[in-house]
């Protein structure tokens, strides 16, 4: 009997990800099981590699990301992924300030107040000192 081809499955320890990649992913695992706060700590992960901690910041994000891709969460768990965008509260045409094409409301704004010139700031302080020199009289 022939011996079995090997597969290019074989290559890659698990399925999607190359032996690089393979072993960041445990390096990460075990580097956020042995750290206190739940956070990695990169400095055990590059003891786990052999790679620098700058070259683990570096192709971290771009594995995780990668994983992110293959196995979106479901949120059955409760919990979403943090690339989940924010749902709006929907407004209704009836909303207060809203076109009768539902479009966003529209937001009254009161005009800035314009600073008085100069001239006119130097005559009324002139007023109110005149005004306070005659109630000491």
Known sequence: M???KESAAADAPMEGFDAKETKL????????IASKDGKIDFGLMAKLTGNTEGTLKKYWPKTKAKI???YPS??????GSKAE????KATTPTDEGSDAEGDAPQVKRKPKAKPAP????AAKKA?????SD????
Do not use: C, M, Q, Y
Request: hydrophobic share 35%; charged share 45%; glycine share 8%.
């Open 85 to 88: 965008p924010k749902k709006r």
């Open 25 to 32: 992913i445990a390096a990460a695992f075990i580097a956020t």
């Open 127 to 131: 007023k109110v000192e005149e005004a």
């Open 74 to 79: 479901s949120g059955a768990d409760g919990e």
């Open 2 to 4: 022939p011996p079995k």
């Open 68 to 70: 992110a891709g293959l």
């Open 134 to 137: 005659d109630e000491e009289e």
């Open 118 to 121: 100069k001239k006119a700031k």
